[in-house]
């Protein structure tokens, strides 16, 4: 008995390349990217972080043209990490009105009035201990950062934040920085919440780049841990209610599987953080030429998107926009 020849034939929508964009069901723009950005005081520094090739850390005059650069190539925006020249055991710089943060946005502010602006909200760059907020009896008192976390959104959206990005995974963090930001008359500064942060080893690189390496014990008793599922729904969910504009996962890589659930329920804006780690091992196996880097890091991006993210935070966005940029 001869084989049947099939009716259906999938390979005829792959048989070229104008097919295949034909029929693409996910596509990946520069401006789902967000480029994130390690600010220092100083003028024309640029310290290249060891452990991420690639990045570096910037003076304030640096990072503005860097923010140009991927403007020019329609990265969506930049999100701004501060080491400060000095550290305190409560991390005051992270409000101060001239806090290294609150320097580069406004200089972006003004030199880039069109770009989108967001501030990582969180304490852990700023305080002399590493921890996202203030140390009582051993451990992070949850309540006493909520006031400090609601002051340094205060301080960002003055300087000319568009998005403020609470990620200390707090509770109640986001209805703290939404009562501060409303009673300062910054109605229209959204949230964008880290809801769902893992207290993941695939940080590791970050903790050089923002030099806020615990000075004792981890983050695993406010980050949540990499086995709980449930748990990310019920922490998004808290953070609709009190009122987030959208929603971050992180790390990105090993968590798909969250944020294809949270797509499933929810309409708000979703982001996904592909992070250090991730970056580092893409960057170390490419230096290797074990793997085509950008082939890599397309494909992984666009699995991002396919898995329902509408933002992408990423070191590789200015590249990964010239790569799309030159695709078109």
Avoid at 48 to 63: I, L
Avoid at 177 to 190: K, P
Wanted: charged share 25%; with cysteine.
């Amino acid at each position: 008995m001869s084989t049947p020849i099939p009716i259906r034939r999938p390979r005829r929508l792959r048989i070229n390349n104008a097919i295949r964009n034909l029929v693409r069901e996910t596509r990946l723009d520069a401006d789902d990217l967000i480029q994130p950005m390690f600010i220092v005081p100083g003028s024309g520094i640029r310290k290249p972080v060891a452990s991420m090739p690639g990045v570096c850390q910037v003076s304030v005059d640096q990072a503005v043209e860097d923010a140009r650069k991927a403007m020019a190539l329609g990265v969506g925006g930049v999100i701004l990490f501060g080491i400060p020249a000095s550290k305190d055991a409560l991390g005051s710089d992270a409000w101060s009105e001239v806090g290294i943060v609150q320097q580069a946005i406004r200089a972006m502010r003004n030199a880039l009035p069109d770009m989108a602006i967001l501030a990582d909200t969180c304490l852990c760059e700023y305080t002399d201990h590493g921890h996202c907020g203030p140390v009582r009896g051993g451990g992070i008192a949850n309540d006493e950062t909520l006031e400090l976390l609601g002051r340094t959104a205060i301080a960002q959206a003055r300087a000319g934040a568009d998005i403020v990005a609470p990620s200390g995974m707090m509770d109640g963090m986001v209805a703290a920085i939404r009562e501060a930001l409303d009673s300062e008359g910054f109605e229209r500064v959204s949230i964008l919440s880290y809801a769902v942060k893992y207290a993941s080893a695939y940080y590791g690189p970050f903790r050089d780049a923002a030099e806020n390496t615990p000075s004792f014990g981890d983050r695993r008793s406010y980050q949540m841990d990499p086995a709980n599922r449930r748990e990310a729904m019920t922490e998004a969910q808290l953070d609709i209610d009190e009122g987030a504009d959208m929603l971050m996962v992180k790390p990105g890589l090993a968590y798909m599987d969250i944020l294809g659930a949270l797509r499933q329920t929810t309409d708000l804006p979703l982001a996904i953080y592909s992070v250090s780690g991730e970056y580092a091992m893409i960057k170390a196996a490419a230096e290797r030429g074990w793997i085509d880097e950008q082939r890599v890091v397309m494909e992984t991006l666009t699995g991002f998107k396919r898995a329902g993210a509408d933002l992408i935070l990423t070191y590789h966005a200015t590249q990964a926009a010239a790569w799309l940029t030159t695709a078109k």
